[in-house]
């Protein structure tokens, strides 16, 4: 049974693939995208402000211009965008999703399809302390694009997108639950911690809990350790599990 909410995502992306109606323009490197100010403003708070008459010259001219990052470098530069991130944005504005990675057309590293065996984990513990067994993986895992749920996220905290906010740390959850030891995870860090304001903690906390449910494996990864050892909140968020996890266990400092 279609319902109204169904009827509305439908309706949203036909008015997105038809361009129908279109008054304003988002260019980031090669890609020239025709929206709609009223479906942005609604979803965001930095293109409501953006649109009205003369805060800036995007309310004026109806072009919003976001610059492109070079895609040579793997440095974060909060005053730039990744095209195709931004192309996964608009999806978002009229789909209210966006595509999984096996259905993605980017051409990034990060959206590369590749197979990683995974080892037999040892015993885990999650953040309330609670011990897990192991478990074995024994099959190929495909990666399912920690990095592009990550730069999203950022995108979304960034332009003030809430619901693709929401969306994407559920994504990006779920993702590492399953791919934690996938040769991506030592990156995804870096752009986890580098990406965002120290406040904005949504991955940070997914990250430090995967990596302490499985520091014996993850420690042995040198792109891993690096993080660990260079990003200061990660590693104050892996010694307050720790502490919390002897606790649970009846030690105590």
Known sequence: MITPADSLKYGLSQVHESEQHSD???????YHFKVHKVILAIQSKYFKT?????????????????????GD?????????????????????????YPRPK????????????????????PTWDSSGQETPPQAFDAEQPNVNLMQHAKLFAMAV???????????????????ATQWSH??????IHIVYNSTAEDVTELREIVADA???????????PGVE????????????????????????????
């Open 103 to 122: 259905d993605s057309t980017t051409s990034t590293k990060s959206t590369r399809q590749s197979t990683k065996k995974l080892r037999y984990s040892h």
């Open 226 to 253: 690096a993080s660990m050892r260079s990003i200061a909140a990660l590693t104050y968020g892996l010694l307050t599990r720790s502490r919390e996890r002897n606790r649970n266990k009846g030690y105590y400092y």
């Open 50 to 70: 953006a649109f009205k008459n003369g805060t800036f010259k995007e309310g004026k001219n109806g072009v919003i211009e976001l610059k492109a990052a070079d």
């Open 24 to 30: 304003c323009t988002i260019v980031c490197g090669p």
């Open 183 to 188: 040769e991506d995870f030592a990156h995804t």
């Open 73 to 97: 470098t793997e440095e974060f530069d909060e005053a730039c965008d990744d095209p195709e991130i931004v192309k996964l944005m608009v999806e978002y504005f009229y789909h209210l999703d």
């Open 211 to 221: 990596v302490h449910a499985h520091f014996e494996e993850l420690q042995e990864r």
């Open 158 to 176: 960034k332009y003030q997108i809430d619901g693709l906010r929401h969306l994407t740390t559920q994504k990006f959850k779920e993702a590492v």
